[in-house]
């Protein structure tokens, strides 16, 4: 209570000071801690007390300060290299709202009712608009944009991207609640429920790469068979006419129906039609949209056959209702309703096109205010920029991209104020820059993820809206970019040094780190990679 009065005074320095003292305190206190557990036990019992003492209220006043102090913003500007002591209160600030958003969150048995109550609030503080404020998330969603723009280069949008992914992942809820939130919207449209969890079905797939013989059997079907397959039989015309019925050109004739016996004109005229069969078999194999080359001859009327029946297409008006038809018929049709999966998107997009036909007799559609509902209605109007700055970031930190003038710079909360000049220093921040990207990287896909399946739960056109502003920002062609390498080696790079991660570095005694000690350090991560893991 004595750190929370002052954090209202005036002068910076002293905000600051007692800011620090808080992330201490939301670290853990490892000054006191003997080991790694204490550390994270301490720190997650103190995140639950200073939410209950109102930190978190006081903190993103704070916040607010940071984002609209103008001298701060125009001082960066003026800088030519701005490093990290330019955003040091902002990182303070979000360091304590990351860790207590992070271990609030997670949910563990041993948890008291106290504490579930104070999560349920506190998701609910940051779902809604509490006190006529915007979602938190907005505010956060805000703060990159505000960073892409130019406007604001000194904001560590490292840290604000991890506390945003966090934040939509508490409020929204991760996959396993967006499977259950699943089964509870089926069961509400009145549809049958799932029979099993497309992730989990995911996870027990191995990976698997097609087998080398279909390599060489593409070249076997593509290359022409020897003329003595296809003399003296007819069986190599046959043959033909069912490929060319299963590409279904000219649809000439019922598959389902025994071919009736050859006449005598017919085996008359077997002879010269093995002449053709390398023409028929040229026209055959092209796309059904593409017209024959004009020095080719079209296929002769006499080896086109129309199918037998109706001359007309049938006019049928109800294909709902099975009356009249013969039994096994109905058992056919209830065999593929019981096996056929009908989508939650499948019944929205029914529903909206039935409000549209009868919109006066149906009257307004009923929405439930759900905080997915509420982060989209605050997102809808802005939702081009959000995205066109999250594929700006991740386009920065893409590995294949080549730095440019206009690029955006995030690598503003990682830089030092002087430069390396050892080579010992060059390593160490070489892996840290790397481990930087990674982290934007992971949580920019790992959030828009998020936002796309809750999108699509919710309604099927907000899935669509912010699939379409994906890709008027070029959304593939920055995917493929990250597929443009050696992508086995990108996905297992482990870009850190396991002794200076948290909180072992806070509890053991840090070794002296030299050049050779880091080219080991590395070297051992791979070798476990490679043969341990």
């Not at 003038?405 to 820059?433: C, F, H, R, W, Y």
């Amino acid at each position: 209570m004595g750190l929370l009065d002052r954090l209202e005074v005036v002068s910076r320095e002293r905000r600051l000071k007692v800011a620090r003292a808080v992330l201490y305190l939301a670290q853990g206190t490892f000054g006191e801690c003997d080991s790694e557990v204490d550390v994270l036990h301490w720190s997650r019992y103190n995140c639950f007390l200073l939410y209950q003492m109102g930190t978190f209220s006081a903190f993103l006043e704070l916040l607010h300060m940071e984002i609209d102090n103008s001298q701060a913003c125009s001082s960066a500007l003026r800088k030519p290299a701005i490093s990290i002591a330019d955003s040091t209160e902002l990182r303070v600030l979000l360091s304590v709202m990351y860790l207590m958003v992070e271990n609030i969150r997670l949910e563990r048995e041993t948890d008291s009712c106290a504490w579930r109550t104070a999560r349920e609030t506190f998701r609910t503080e940051l779902s809604f608009s509490m006190h006529n404020e915007e979602p938190f998330a907005l505010l956060l969603f805000s703060m990159v944009t505000k960073f892409c723009s130019g406007l604001a280069p000194h904001f560590p949008i490292k840290k604000v991207l991890l506390l945003l992914w966090k934040v939509i992942m508490f409020t929204l809820g991760g996959f396993e609640h967006l499977q259950a939130l699943k089964v509870q919207k089926r069961a509400e449209l009145g549809l049958p429920p799932l029979a099993e969890d497309s992730i989990q079905v995911v996870k027990s797939m191995r990976a698997a790469s097609p087998p080398s013989y279909t390599l060489d059997l593409g070249e076997s079907q593509l290359a022409p068979p020897p003329p003595s397959k296809l003399r003296g039989r007819r069986g190599s015309r046959r043959q033909l006419l069912t490929k060319q019925d299963s590409l279904d050109i000219y649809n000439e004739r019922d598959l389902f129906k025994t071919e009736e016996p050859a006449t005598e004109e017919e085996e008359e005229s077997a002879g010269d039609g093995e002449r053709n069969l390398d023409g028929e078999l040229d026209l055959l194999e092209q796309d059904p949209l593409v017209p024959p080359p004009p020095s080719q001859a079209p296929l002769s009327a006499e080896h086109v056959a129309f199918p037998k029946g109706l001359p007309w297409a049938p006019k049928v008006r109800d294909t709902d209702t099975l009356v009249g038809l013969p039994r096994p018929i109905h058992e056919s049709v209830k065999t593929l309703k019981q096996h056929k999966y009908i989508s939650i998107a499948d019944v929205q997009i029914k529903n909206e096109e039935e409000l549209e036909k009868c919109p006066m007799s149906l009257g307004e559609e009923v929405v439930p205010e759900t905080p997915c509902e509420i982060l989209y209605q605050g997102m809808l109007y802005s939702l081009p920029q959000y995205m066109i700055a999250l594929l700006k970031i991740l386009l920065a930190a893409a590995p294949t991209s080549k730095a440019k003038t206009d690029s955006i710079n995030i690598l503003a909360d990682v830089l030092p104020e002087e430069m390396p000049i050892t080579v010992l220093q060059s390593m160490k921040l070489g892996i840290d820059v790397n481990r930087h990207k990674e982290i934007i990287v992971k949580s920019i896909s790992a959030l828009l993820l998020l936002l796309l399946k809750h999108f699509k739960l919710n309604h099927i056109y907000q899935f669509e809206y912010v699939s379409q502003h994906l890709v008027f920002a070029n959304c593939i062609p920055l995917i493929l970019k990250f597929f443009n390498q050696n992508i086995l080696s990108y996905i297992t790079a482990k870009n850190s040094i396991s002794v200076l991660d948290y909180p072992c570095c806070t509890i053991q005694d840090l070794p002296e780190l030299t050049t050779e000690s880091l080219m080991s350090y590395k070297t051992q991560e791979w070798y476990f990679r490679k043969y341990l893991a």
